[in-house]
């Protein structure tokens, strides 16, 4: 099948992690696809990379209103009648796509995602009226990565929506291919990855009523009060971060919103028991089964983590079988050819 996947994110723009992320299924769908990805660059440019075909318009700095993704858009619909499936892995990429004529991957909408900073809300309100309104209206699949983003979309329009779940690279995050981090005790910390949606507060509740358990950051640009049992690691590569998940005890995620995390997906395919909030878009990913939720424990104190944790062989065996990117590329490829 010949596939076109449009993205704002790529590996040569994006700050995000090189193995996680909804950019991945562009690579898994390459291993038995002819695949062309429209991002942007320093240029309007084509190159391999790997056995993706990726072509770039030029573009440069912030994007607060939509040139580049309106130019990625432009691009994809000049050459979409080339293609037998049209697929913008996010919203934003989507504005002069043929009518009827692609599927998108929704991953926030107003309402679901609750943002604490002014120009982030302005941000979201204008790309839902600029932008995805129009989206809901000329997609022809809407696939969202959680159960709440389905029910956030307008009634007229649901029923071209369905919930297909976020990927992970479960060959990459694979403790198999990990060793402990040489800067903290192996077993003896608790990491936690990413700032969306972050519930700081009850994050420095378990922190304080922890004072002898180290909690590693990873992701967070805002430090929170003075703990001295906080520390905060900055440029942590891929390679690094999987070291991370494979010495801790536990993976500590305490949400205030979520749609998809990609932290809890890491995790998990590293086997690695998780102690996170029982709310919607979590609850689509992980079980009781799969997961310690904080409504569980008795307080905020964790004075022996060997009694929460789950079976890791269990764990990794649930992110394989449920959330690997070839069986969800599996759900999409059928989407496509509906």
Not at 47 to 69: A, C, Q
Not at 84 to 97: F, K, M, N, P, Q
Not at 142 to 157: E, M, Q, R, W
Not at 298 to 304: A, N, V
Request: glycine share 6%.
């Amino acid at each position: 099948m010949k596939i076109l996947f449009l993205s704002h994110q790529w590996t040569n723009n994006s700050h995000l992690s090189l193995y996680s992320g909804m950019k991945r299924i562009v690579h898994f769908a390459a291993e038995t696809n002819d695949v062309t990805l429209v991002t942007w660059g320093t240029g309007d440019k084509e190159h391999m990379e790997g056995n993706v075909h990726v072509i770039t318009v030029k573009g440069s700095g912030k994007d607060y209103l939509f040139l580049k993704r309106m130019a990625i858009s432009r691009k994809g619909a000049a050459i979409a009648k080339d293609f037998d499936a049209v697929h913008s892995i996010v919203s934003d990429c989507t504005y002069y796509l043929p009518d009827h004529g692609f599927t998108m991957t929704l991953h926030v909408l107003p309402g679901v995602v609750h943002y604490k900073e002014l120009k982030q809300n302005i941000f979201l309100f204008m790309k839902y009226h600029i932008i995805q309104k129009r989206a809901f209206r000329r997609a022809k699949e809407i696939a969202c990565v959680s159960t709440n983003l389905v029910d956030g979309i307008p009634a007229k329009y649901r029923g071209k929506a369905r919930f297909i779940p976020h990927g992970i690279d479960t060959d990459f995050w694979n403790p198999a291919l990990a060793k402990p981090h040489p800067g903290f005790s192996e077993g003896g910390y608790i990491l936690c990855v990413g700032a969306h949606g972050l519930d700081k507060d009850l994050l420095a509740q378990f922190i304080q009523a922890n004072p002898a358990l180290p909690f590693v950051f990873v992701g967070i640009k805002e430090k929170l009060d003075d703990f001295p049992n906080a520390h905060y690691l900055t440029k942590v590569s891929d390679e690094d971060l999987r070291d991370l998940y494979f010495g801790c005890a536990l993976m500590f995620r305490p949400l205030r919103f979520a749609t998809a995390n990609n932290s809890l997906l890491e995790a998990l395919s590293m086997g690695k028991t998780v102690l996170a909030s029982r709310i919607p878009g979590v609850t689509d990913y992980l079980s009781d089964d799969t997961c310690v939720f904080i409504d569980t424990l008795k307080d905020r104190s964790l004075p022996d983590m060997t009694t929460l944790r789950l079976d890791p062989t269990f764990l990794r065996q649930t992110a394989l079988q449920k959330f690997g990117w070839r069986k969800v590329l599996d759900t999409y490829i059928s989407l496509y050819n509906r």
